[in-house]
Protein backbone atom coordinates (compact mmCIF):
# COMPACT_ATOMS: atom_id res chain seq x y z
CA UNK A 1 0.00 0.00 0.00
CA UNK A 2 1.69 3.09 -1.10
CA UNK A 3 1.87 6.84 0.85
CA UNK A 4 -0.58 8.87 -0.20
CA UNK A 5 1.21 11.77 -2.29
CA UNK A 6 0.86 15.19 -1.32
CA UNK A 7 -1.32 15.61 -4.37
CA UNK A 8 -4.14 12.97 -3.20
CA UNK A 9 -3.80 14.79 0.80
CA UNK A 10 -4.44 18.13 -1.03
CA UNK A 11 -7.72 16.98 -2.91
CA UNK A 12 -8.76 16.27 0.13
CA UNK A 13 -8.30 18.87 2.12
CA UNK A 14 -10.19 21.24 -0.88
CA UNK A 15 -12.94 19.18 -0.79
CA UNK A 16 -13.83 19.28 2.82
CA UNK A 17 -14.33 21.73 5.75
CA UNK A 18 -10.87 23.78 6.61
CA UNK A 19 -10.56 21.86 9.82
CA UNK A 20 -10.73 18.16 8.29
CA UNK A 21 -7.21 17.43 7.45
CA UNK A 22 -4.19 17.55 9.71
CA UNK A 23 -0.89 17.39 9.82
CA UNK A 24 0.18 19.04 12.95
CA UNK A 25 3.28 16.81 14.82
CA UNK A 26 1.38 16.94 17.67
CA UNK A 27 -1.83 15.43 16.11
CA UNK A 28 0.31 13.06 14.14
CA UNK A 29 2.03 11.61 17.43
CA UNK A 30 -1.83 11.61 19.59
CA UNK A 31 -3.99 9.97 17.01
CA UNK A 32 -1.82 7.69 15.38
CA UNK A 33 -1.57 5.15 18.77
CA UNK A 34 -3.15 3.43 21.39
CA UNK A 35 -2.43 2.57 25.01
CA UNK A 36 0.22 -0.01 24.14
CA UNK A 37 3.03 2.57 23.02
CA UNK A 38 5.21 -0.57 21.67
CA UNK A 39 4.89 0.67 18.42
CA UNK A 40 5.72 4.13 17.19
CA UNK A 41 3.08 6.15 15.80
CA UNK A 42 4.08 7.37 11.69
CA UNK A 43 0.76 8.33 10.54
CA UNK A 44 0.51 10.71 7.20
CA UNK A 45 -2.47 12.80 7.99
CA UNK A 46 -5.84 12.93 10.20
CA UNK A 47 -8.57 13.24 9.28
CA UNK A 48 -12.09 14.62 11.22
CA UNK A 49 -15.26 13.68 9.57
CA UNK A 50 -18.26 14.93 11.42
CA UNK A 51 -20.72 12.98 9.33
CA UNK A 52 -20.90 9.45 7.78
CA UNK A 53 -21.45 11.22 4.16
CA UNK A 54 -18.14 12.70 4.54
CA UNK A 55 -16.03 9.45 6.09
CA UNK A 56 -18.36 8.06 2.50
CA UNK A 57 -16.84 10.29 0.51
CA UNK A 58 -13.32 10.14 2.22
CA UNK A 59 -13.38 6.39 1.58
CA UNK A 60 -13.98 6.10 -1.78
CA UNK A 61 -11.08 8.40 -2.65
CA UNK A 62 -9.31 6.71 -0.46
CA UNK A 63 -10.02 3.46 -2.34
CA UNK A 64 -10.15 4.86 -5.62
CA UNK A 65 -5.77 6.09 -4.99
CA UNK A 66 -5.56 2.77 -2.75
CA UNK A 67 -4.62 4.93 0.39
CA UNK A 68 -4.51 2.75 3.99
CA UNK A 69 -6.77 4.08 6.44
CA UNK A 70 -6.52 3.25 10.32
CA UNK A 71 -10.30 3.74 11.74
CA UNK A 72 -9.29 5.45 15.32
CA UNK A 73 -12.22 5.82 18.24
CA UNK A 74 -10.57 6.51 21.59
CA UNK A 75 -7.35 4.57 20.85
CA UNK A 76 -7.57 2.10 24.72
CA UNK A 77 -6.96 -0.71 22.92
CA UNK A 78 -3.86 -3.04 23.88
CA UNK A 79 -3.72 -4.89 20.81
CA UNK A 80 -2.23 -2.28 18.56
CA UNK A 81 -5.27 -2.44 16.66
CA UNK A 82 -5.26 1.78 16.07
CA UNK A 83 -2.01 2.17 15.32
CA UNK A 84 -0.80 3.74 12.28
CA UNK A 85 3.01 3.07 11.59
CA UNK A 86 3.39 3.08 8.24
CA UNK A 87 2.16 6.38 6.93
CA UNK A 88 -1.43 5.57 6.78
CA UNK A 89 -4.10 7.92 6.74
CA UNK A 90 -5.93 8.02 10.19
CA UNK A 91 -9.96 8.46 10.14
CA UNK A 92 -10.25 9.67 13.76
CA UNK A 93 -13.83 9.65 14.58
CA UNK A 94 -13.22 12.45 17.73
CA UNK A 95 -15.86 15.08 16.30
CA UNK A 96 -18.62 12.19 15.75
CA UNK A 97 -19.84 12.33 19.25
CA UNK A 98 -23.83 13.20 18.49
CA UNK A 99 -26.31 11.38 20.66
CA UNK A 100 -30.19 11.34 19.87
CA UNK A 101 -32.90 11.48 22.29
CA UNK A 102 -33.55 8.27 24.73
CA UNK A 103 -36.34 5.92 23.12
CA UNK A 104 -37.67 5.33 26.70
CA UNK A 105 -40.43 3.01 25.30
CA UNK A 106 -37.86 1.12 23.21
CA UNK A 107 -35.25 1.69 25.22
CA UNK A 108 -32.87 2.56 22.78
CA UNK A 109 -30.55 5.20 22.16
CA UNK A 110 -28.95 5.95 18.56
CA UNK A 111 -25.46 7.66 18.49
CA UNK A 112 -22.39 8.22 16.20
CA UNK A 113 -19.60 6.20 16.87
CA UNK A 114 -17.52 8.61 18.51
CA UNK A 115 -19.52 9.48 21.69
CA UNK A 116 -17.54 8.79 24.65
CA UNK A 117 -19.22 5.62 26.78
CA UNK A 118 -19.16 7.58 29.89
CA UNK A 119 -21.28 10.36 28.17
CA UNK A 120 -23.49 7.79 26.88
CA UNK A 121 -24.04 6.56 30.64
CA UNK A 122 -24.57 10.69 31.35
CA UNK A 123 -27.31 10.82 28.40
CA UNK A 124 -28.98 7.85 29.84
CA UNK A 125 -29.33 8.21 33.27
CA UNK A 126 -31.72 10.97 33.71
CA UNK A 127 -34.53 8.72 32.09
CA UNK A 128 -33.91 5.50 34.40
CA UNK A 129 -32.06 3.63 31.91
CA UNK A 130 -27.79 2.83 30.99
CA UNK A 131 -26.08 1.10 28.55
CA UNK A 132 -24.62 -1.43 30.61
CA UNK A 133 -21.13 -1.37 28.91
CA UNK A 134 -18.54 -0.37 31.51
CA UNK A 135 -14.70 -0.56 32.04
CA UNK A 136 -11.82 1.09 33.41
CA UNK A 137 -11.63 3.37 30.20
CA UNK A 138 -15.33 4.37 30.09
CA UNK A 139 -14.47 8.07 30.14
CA UNK A 140 -12.34 8.01 26.96
CA UNK A 141 -13.23 4.71 25.05
CA UNK A 142 -15.97 5.27 22.32
CA UNK A 143 -19.19 3.42 21.63
CA UNK A 144 -17.42 2.76 17.42
CA UNK A 145 -13.92 1.50 19.43
CA UNK A 146 -16.17 -0.71 21.69
CA UNK A 147 -17.98 -1.96 18.83
CA UNK A 148 -14.49 -2.89 16.66
CA UNK A 149 -13.16 -4.67 19.42
CA UNK A 150 -16.51 -6.08 20.73
CA UNK A 151 -15.52 -5.03 24.36
CA UNK A 152 -16.08 -6.59 27.47
CA UNK A 153 -15.37 -4.85 30.93
CA UNK A 154 -16.06 -5.24 34.44
CA UNK A 155 -19.66 -5.83 33.94
CA UNK A 156 -19.66 -9.12 31.75
CA UNK A 157 -20.62 -11.32 34.20
CA UNK A 158 -24.11 -9.57 34.97
CA UNK A 159 -25.05 -7.67 31.33
CA UNK A 160 -22.72 -9.67 28.96
CA UNK A 161 -20.41 -7.92 25.86
CA UNK A 162 -21.01 -5.17 23.56
CA UNK A 163 -22.28 -7.49 20.60
CA UNK A 164 -25.53 -8.15 22.93
CA UNK A 165 -26.17 -4.39 23.02
CA UNK A 166 -25.87 -2.96 19.75
CA UNK A 167 -29.41 -3.40 17.50
CA UNK A 168 -28.56 -1.45 14.83
CA UNK A 169 -25.42 -0.11 12.86
CA UNK A 170 -24.57 2.61 10.26
CA UNK A 171 -21.24 1.21 8.50
CA UNK A 172 -18.98 2.49 5.68
CA UNK A 173 -16.97 -0.17 3.27
CA UNK A 174 -13.80 0.57 1.80
CA UNK A 175 -15.79 1.61 -1.59
CA UNK A 176 -17.58 4.36 0.37
CA UNK A 177 -20.95 2.44 0.09
CA UNK A 178 -23.40 3.37 3.24
CA UNK A 179 -24.76 0.29 4.88
CA UNK A 180 -27.38 1.64 6.51
CA UNK A 181 -29.13 -0.98 9.29
CA UNK A 182 -29.68 1.61 12.21
CA UNK A 183 -32.94 0.49 12.90
CA UNK A 184 -34.05 -0.75 16.70
CA UNK A 185 -35.09 -4.18 16.08
CA UNK A 186 -34.99 -6.98 18.68
CA UNK A 187 -35.80 -9.07 16.11
CA UNK A 188 -34.81 -9.62 12.15
CA UNK A 189 -34.56 -13.08 10.77
CA UNK A 190 -33.63 -11.81 7.26
CA UNK A 191 -30.55 -14.41 6.42
CA UNK A 192 -27.22 -13.10 7.69
CA UNK A 193 -26.92 -10.52 10.71
CA UNK A 194 -24.01 -7.66 8.84
CA UNK A 195 -24.52 -6.57 12.15
CA UNK A 196 -22.54 -9.09 14.70
CA UNK A 197 -19.81 -9.26 11.04
CA UNK A 198 -18.49 -6.01 12.22
CA UNK A 199 -18.64 -6.00 15.51
CA UNK A 200 -15.58 -7.21 16.51
CA UNK A 201 -13.70 -6.78 13.09
CA UNK A 202 -11.20 -3.84 14.86
CA UNK A 203 -11.90 -1.95 11.43
CA UNK A 204 -10.70 -4.26 8.82
CA UNK A 205 -14.00 -4.77 7.09
CA UNK A 206 -15.81 -1.25 7.25
CA UNK A 207 -15.85 2.16 9.60
CA UNK A 208 -19.17 1.89 11.75
CA UNK A 209 -20.46 5.84 11.60
CA UNK A 210 -23.76 5.12 13.67
CA UNK A 211 -24.93 3.20 16.13
CA UNK A 212 -28.31 2.05 17.62
CA UNK A 213 -27.58 1.12 21.01
CA UNK A 214 -29.80 -1.17 23.28
CA UNK A 215 -30.28 0.25 26.89
CA UNK A 216 -31.80 -1.31 30.14
CA UNK A 217 -32.64 -0.04 33.73
CA UNK A 218 -30.16 1.44 35.51
CA UNK A 219 -28.84 -0.23 38.71
CA UNK A 220 -30.95 1.01 41.47
CA UNK A 221 -29.01 -0.20 44.97
CA UNK A 222 -25.46 -0.96 44.61
CA UNK A 223 -23.22 -2.77 47.43
CA UNK A 224 -19.43 -2.94 46.52
CA UNK A 225 -17.49 -5.22 49.06
CA UNK A 226 -13.82 -6.30 49.26
CA UNK A 227 -12.34 -9.45 50.45
CA UNK A 228 -8.48 -10.28 51.28
CA UNK A 229 -8.06 -14.15 49.87
CA UNK A 230 -4.66 -16.14 49.99
CA UNK A 231 -4.43 -17.17 46.33
CA UNK A 232 -6.17 -17.94 43.37
CA UNK A 233 -8.25 -21.14 44.36
CA UNK A 234 -9.23 -18.69 47.07
CA UNK A 235 -10.76 -16.32 44.82
CA UNK A 236 -12.51 -18.63 42.99
CA UNK A 237 -14.05 -20.29 45.91
CA UNK A 238 -15.53 -17.40 46.87
CA UNK A 239 -16.50 -17.10 43.67
CA UNK A 240 -18.55 -20.58 43.54
CA UNK A 241 -19.84 -19.16 46.90
CA UNK A 242 -21.08 -15.93 45.81
CA UNK A 243 -22.55 -17.24 42.95
CA UNK A 244 -24.92 -19.70 44.88
CA UNK A 245 -25.75 -17.05 47.11
CA UNK A 246 -29.39 -14.72 46.77
CA UNK A 247 -27.65 -12.08 45.10
CA UNK A 248 -27.49 -10.13 42.05
CA UNK A 249 -23.63 -10.06 41.34
CA UNK A 250 -23.02 -6.93 38.74
CA UNK A 251 -19.05 -7.77 39.10
CA UNK A 252 -16.64 -9.97 40.11
CA UNK A 253 -13.28 -8.66 40.07
CA UNK A 254 -9.48 -10.05 41.59
CA UNK A 255 -6.13 -8.61 41.40
CA UNK A 256 -2.99 -9.25 43.35
CA UNK A 257 -0.83 -7.63 46.08
CA UNK A 258 1.50 -6.68 43.17
CA UNK A 259 -1.06 -4.66 41.77
CA UNK A 260 -2.06 -2.89 44.48
CA UNK A 261 1.36 -2.28 45.41
CA UNK A 262 1.36 -0.29 42.23
CA UNK A 263 -1.85 1.42 43.04
CA UNK A 264 -0.70 2.08 46.95
CA UNK A 265 2.60 4.06 45.79
CA UNK A 266 1.33 5.32 41.79
CA UNK A 267 -1.15 7.16 44.29
CA UNK A 268 -0.82 7.18 47.79
CA UNK A 269 -3.43 5.44 48.68
CA UNK A 270 -3.58 4.15 52.61
CA UNK A 271 -4.39 -0.63 52.29
CA UNK A 272 -7.86 -0.91 51.97
CA UNK A 273 -7.70 -3.72 54.28
CA UNK A 274 -5.59 -4.13 58.00
CA UNK A 275 -3.13 -6.86 56.51
CA UNK A 276 -1.86 -7.90 52.88
CA UNK A 277 -3.15 -10.95 50.99
CA UNK A 278 -1.87 -12.67 48.02
CA UNK A 279 -4.87 -11.41 46.13
CA UNK A 280 -7.94 -9.12 46.32
CA UNK A 281 -11.42 -9.51 45.13
CA UNK A 282 -13.92 -7.09 44.56
CA UNK A 283 -17.69 -7.80 44.57
CA UNK A 284 -20.87 -5.12 43.68
CA UNK A 285 -24.15 -6.45 43.81
CA UNK A 286 -27.31 -4.96 42.92
CA UNK A 287 -30.82 -4.72 44.50
CA UNK A 288 -33.71 -5.08 42.99
CA UNK A 289 -34.53 -1.21 42.46
CA UNK A 290 -33.66 2.41 43.82
CA UNK A 291 -36.19 2.04 47.01
CA UNK A 292 -34.98 2.55 50.55
CA UNK A 293 -36.54 -0.39 51.50
CA UNK A 294 -34.54 -2.72 48.07
CA UNK A 295 -31.52 -1.11 50.64
CA UNK A 296 -32.76 -2.72 53.66
CA UNK A 297 -33.63 -6.27 51.49
CA UNK A 298 -30.24 -5.92 49.99
CA UNK A 299 -28.65 -5.83 53.40
CA UNK A 300 -30.51 -8.60 54.90
CA UNK A 301 -29.51 -11.09 52.28
CA UNK A 302 -25.77 -9.74 52.68
CA UNK A 303 -25.47 -10.10 56.37
CA UNK A 304 -25.74 -13.70 56.72
CA UNK A 305 -23.87 -14.08 53.67
CA UNK A 306 -20.47 -12.26 54.40
CA UNK A 307 -21.08 -13.75 58.11
CA UNK A 308 -20.53 -17.35 56.53
CA UNK A 309 -17.75 -15.92 54.18
CA UNK A 310 -15.64 -15.57 57.00
CA UNK A 311 -17.24 -18.53 58.95
CA UNK A 312 -16.18 -20.71 56.01
CA UNK A 313 -12.86 -19.18 55.84
CA UNK A 314 -13.75 -18.28 52.33
CA UNK A 315 -11.92 -15.14 53.16
CA UNK A 316 -9.22 -13.71 55.72
CA UNK A 317 -10.41 -9.96 55.66
CA UNK A 318 -12.66 -7.75 54.06
CA UNK A 319 -14.50 -4.45 53.98
CA UNK A 320 -17.98 -3.22 52.87
CA UNK A 321 -18.58 0.22 51.19
CA UNK A 322 -20.62 2.36 53.77
CA UNK A 323 -21.56 4.59 51.70
CA UNK A 324 -20.99 5.74 47.72
CA UNK A 325 -17.84 7.49 48.26
CA UNK A 326 -16.36 4.59 49.99
CA UNK A 327 -17.34 2.18 47.13
CA UNK A 328 -16.09 4.97 44.32
CA UNK A 329 -12.64 4.45 46.92
CA UNK A 330 -12.74 0.64 46.38
CA UNK A 331 -13.35 0.77 42.35
CA UNK A 332 -10.36 3.25 42.45
CA UNK A 333 -8.21 -0.26 43.56
CA UNK A 334 -9.07 -1.93 40.17
CA UNK A 335 -9.55 0.61 37.61
CA UNK A 336 -6.58 2.87 38.68
CA UNK A 337 -4.09 -0.76 38.34
CA UNK A 338 -3.27 0.07 34.25
CA UNK A 339 -2.55 3.53 34.75
CA UNK A 340 -0.29 2.69 37.35
CA UNK A 341 1.72 -0.30 36.10
CA UNK A 342 2.45 1.76 33.46
CA UNK A 343 3.19 5.29 36.00
CA UNK A 344 5.60 2.76 37.75
CA UNK A 345 7.14 0.65 34.91
CA UNK A 346 6.99 -0.64 32.06
CA UNK A 347 3.83 -3.42 31.21
CA UNK A 348 3.69 -6.52 28.60
CA UNK A 349 -0.01 -6.80 28.77
CA UNK A 350 -1.69 -9.74 27.68
CA UNK A 351 -5.42 -10.12 28.13
CA UNK A 352 -6.44 -13.76 27.53
CA UNK A 353 -9.84 -15.73 28.53
CA UNK A 354 -10.21 -19.39 30.21
CA UNK A 355 -13.14 -21.29 30.86
CA UNK A 356 -13.42 -20.65 34.40
CA UNK A 357 -13.15 -24.26 35.52
CA UNK A 358 -9.67 -23.95 33.94
CA UNK A 359 -8.74 -20.69 35.89
CA UNK A 360 -6.70 -22.24 38.94
CA UNK A 361 -4.34 -24.83 36.59
CA UNK A 362 -3.58 -22.09 34.42
CA UNK A 363 -2.87 -20.10 37.02
CA UNK A 364 -0.30 -22.90 38.45
CA UNK A 365 1.22 -23.11 35.40
CA UNK A 366 1.59 -19.72 34.32
CA UNK A 367 3.49 -19.45 37.48
CA UNK A 368 5.31 -22.08 36.88
CA UNK A 369 6.58 -20.80 33.45
CA UNK A 370 7.81 -18.06 34.50
CA UNK A 371 9.43 -18.99 37.32
CA UNK A 372 11.30 -21.91 35.29
CA UNK A 373 11.99 -19.62 32.09
CA UNK A 374 12.13 -15.90 32.99
CA UNK A 375 13.05 -15.59 36.55
CA UNK A 376 12.95 -12.07 38.10
CA UNK A 377 9.86 -11.00 35.81
CA UNK A 378 7.40 -10.01 38.04
CA UNK A 379 3.88 -10.57 37.03
CA UNK A 380 0.91 -8.20 38.01
CA UNK A 381 -2.67 -10.48 37.81
CA UNK A 382 -5.84 -9.08 37.48
CA UNK A 383 -8.85 -9.42 35.92
CA UNK A 384 -12.91 -10.44 35.90
CA UNK A 385 -13.22 -14.24 36.73
CA UNK A 386 -16.79 -14.34 36.27
CA UNK A 387 -16.21 -14.46 32.56
CA UNK A 388 -12.82 -15.96 32.82
CA UNK A 389 -10.71 -13.01 31.63
CA UNK A 390 -7.55 -12.47 32.88
CA UNK A 391 -5.12 -9.22 32.24
CA UNK A 392 -1.34 -10.13 32.35
CA UNK A 393 1.20 -8.03 32.82
CA UNK A 394 4.85 -8.54 32.60
CA UNK A 395 6.88 -5.75 33.71
CA UNK A 396 10.07 -5.06 32.91
CA UNK A 397 13.33 -5.56 35.07
CA UNK A 398 15.17 -2.70 36.10
CA UNK A 399 18.18 -4.08 34.98
CA UNK A 400 16.74 -5.30 31.53
CA UNK A 401 16.69 -2.41 28.99
CA UNK A 402 13.50 -1.91 26.76
CA UNK A 403 14.35 -3.53 23.55
CA UNK A 404 15.91 -6.30 25.11
CA UNK A 405 12.82 -6.53 27.30
CA UNK A 406 10.09 -6.34 24.11
CA UNK A 407 12.18 -8.82 22.13
CA UNK A 408 12.12 -11.62 25.28
CA UNK A 409 8.52 -10.91 25.57
CA UNK A 410 7.32 -12.45 21.53
CA UNK A 411 8.78 -15.61 23.03
CA UNK A 412 6.97 -15.58 26.69
CA UNK A 413 4.08 -14.63 24.90
CA UNK A 414 4.42 -17.83 22.64
CA UNK A 415 5.12 -19.73 25.73
CA UNK A 416 2.37 -18.42 27.25
CA UNK A 417 0.07 -18.86 24.63
CA UNK A 418 0.49 -22.42 24.23
CA UNK A 419 -0.68 -22.74 27.95
CA UNK A 420 -3.66 -20.99 27.06
CA UNK A 421 -4.60 -23.29 24.09
CA UNK A 422 -4.02 -25.90 26.46
CA UNK A 423 -6.19 -25.14 28.65
CA UNK A 424 -8.99 -24.37 26.13
CA UNK A 425 -8.52 -20.37 26.30
CA UNK A 426 -8.46 -17.99 24.06
CA UNK A 427 -5.23 -15.09 23.30
CA UNK A 428 -7.59 -12.54 23.26
CA UNK A 429 -10.34 -11.80 26.08
CA UNK A 430 -11.37 -8.62 24.64
CA UNK A 431 -8.98 -5.85 23.22
CA UNK A 432 -8.63 -8.04 19.50
CA UNK A 433 -5.78 -9.37 17.66
CA UNK A 434 -4.33 -5.58 16.12
CA UNK A 435 -0.85 -6.47 15.02
CA UNK A 436 0.90 -7.77 18.52
CA UNK A 437 -0.98 -11.04 18.17
CA UNK A 438 -1.45 -11.55 14.82
CA UNK A 439 1.68 -13.53 14.96
CA UNK A 440 -0.46 -16.22 17.72
CA UNK A 441 -3.78 -16.12 16.03
CA UNK A 442 -3.44 -19.49 14.87
CA UNK A 443 -3.05 -20.43 18.87
CA UNK A 444 -6.90 -19.59 18.88
CA UNK A 445 -8.33 -20.30 15.23
CA UNK A 446 -8.26 -22.74 13.09
CA UNK A 447 -6.60 -22.91 9.59
CA UNK A 448 -10.38 -23.07 8.02
CA UNK A 449 -11.61 -20.50 10.44
CA UNK A 450 -8.42 -18.26 9.67
CA UNK A 451 -9.28 -18.75 5.77
CA UNK A 452 -12.85 -17.42 5.99
CA UNK A 453 -12.04 -14.58 7.93
CA UNK A 454 -9.40 -14.03 4.55
CA UNK A 455 -12.30 -14.82 2.47
CA UNK A 456 -14.24 -11.98 3.88
CA UNK A 457 -11.93 -9.30 4.22
CA UNK A 458 -11.25 -9.93 0.39
CA UNK A 459 -14.76 -9.41 -0.65
CA UNK A 460 -15.66 -6.31 1.81
CA UNK A 461 -12.39 -4.83 0.91
CA UNK A 462 -10.62 -5.62 -1.85
CA UNK A 463 -7.82 -3.52 -2.18
CA UNK A 464 -6.77 -4.00 1.66
CA UNK A 465 -7.46 -0.38 2.46
CA UNK A 466 -8.73 -0.96 5.86
CA UNK A 467 -6.77 -0.70 8.91
CA UNK A 468 -4.21 -2.84 6.87
CA UNK A 469 -1.97 -5.59 8.73
CA UNK A 470 -4.01 -5.92 11.77
CA UNK A 471 -5.76 -9.54 12.64
CA UNK A 472 -4.62 -10.92 9.10
CA UNK A 473 -1.23 -9.82 6.97
CA UNK A 474 -2.44 -8.72 3.20
Given at each position: MALP???????????FPADFLSEDPSDLAEYGRDWTRVVAPAPSAIAFPRST???????????????????????TGLAGGAVAANGELVLSLAKMRRMDDVDRLGATVRVQAGAITEAVHAHCAPHGLTWPVDFASKGSSTVGGNIATNAGGVKVIRYGLTRQWVLGLEVVLASGEVLAAPGALEKNNTGLDLRQLFIGSEGTLGVVTEATLKLTRAPGVTTVMLFGVRDVAGVLRLFREARSAPLTIAAYEFFSQRCLDRVAAHRKLRPPLSAPSEYYVLVEVEGDGPAEADAARLAEKLEPWI??????????DGTLARHSGEARDLWALREGISESLSATGLPHKNDVSLPIAALEAFSADLERLFAQRYPGWEICLFGHVGDGNLHINVMKPESMDRAEFFAKTKDADRDLFAIVQRHGGSISAEHGIGILKKPFLSFSRSEAEIGVMRAVK?????????????ILDA
Open positions: PRSFLERIRGGDEVSRLLAACNEARVAVVPSGGRERVFADGLADRALDPNGILNPGK
